[in-house]
């Protein structure tokens, strides 16, 4: 998208920004991308200044009647519409239509730029009531700070303004590798109480078998044992003895 508009990504396109166009982002045809174009060049004149937070959701749902049937199955469409809208007003509103300028206040802290996220951008607070305890996710603002870090800050010195000291201080992000290495140790684990269940299984039943095999071999008794005990392969066959009662 970047390559066909380099301002597509800007504050101001983004304030405006239409679902779609926010449908044409995703791989379409040419034809379709270039309408996408089209529709955002004329949202952007038909709005000069940011509307309210309270009218995005009004303008976004009168768009909607005219969105073709293939648009409409997008997923969450409106809500992803909803705030990328809130991405353009914040950043307008307060960082010059900048988010260099976001990065900039945090003065060279994660936990900073974490705090700074959520407290502007309401779709970046993840938080939820758990037994009565707020519980605090924060997913999508740590994976920004650590992707901004990761591209730009951490091969270059401790000057850059994208060279956070405290990256050590967020905390796991909630991303879908959690629970795939949550899987992949699960599974692990279940491997090895499968393994250890088994390996207990078979010493039991080793035990049991063995057990009883030998039980029918030699006699409990050891006045019997003598009598009993079979002659060795290699011992020539030696008359039996008769068991005295």
Known sequence: MLEKDQHAFNAERLAVVTPEVVAGWIDLSPEEAAAAAAAAAAASSSSSSPSSSSSIGETISSTTSSLPSSLTTFPLLLERTRKIRELGHVLLRHFQGLASNLILESNHS????????TSYFPSFRDESLY?????????RAQIFTGDVWAA???????EHPFAFRDMNELTMFADYRVPQVSSFYSF???????????????????????LIYSSTLYPVFPSEFACARR?????????????KT
């Open 110 to 117: 994660a936990v900073e730029l974490v705090r700074l996220i």
């Open 188 to 210: 692990i684990y279940l491997f090895i109480y499968l393994f250890i269940y088994l390996f207990i299984y078979l010493f039991i039943y080793l035990f049991i078998y063995l």
């Open 131 to 139: 037994r009565g305890e707020l519980i605090f996710f924060y997913k």
């Open 231 to 243: 002659p060795s392969l290699l011992q020539k066959p030696r008359k039996k003895k008769r068991c």
């Open 152 to 158: 730009y800050g951490k091969k270059t010195g401790s």
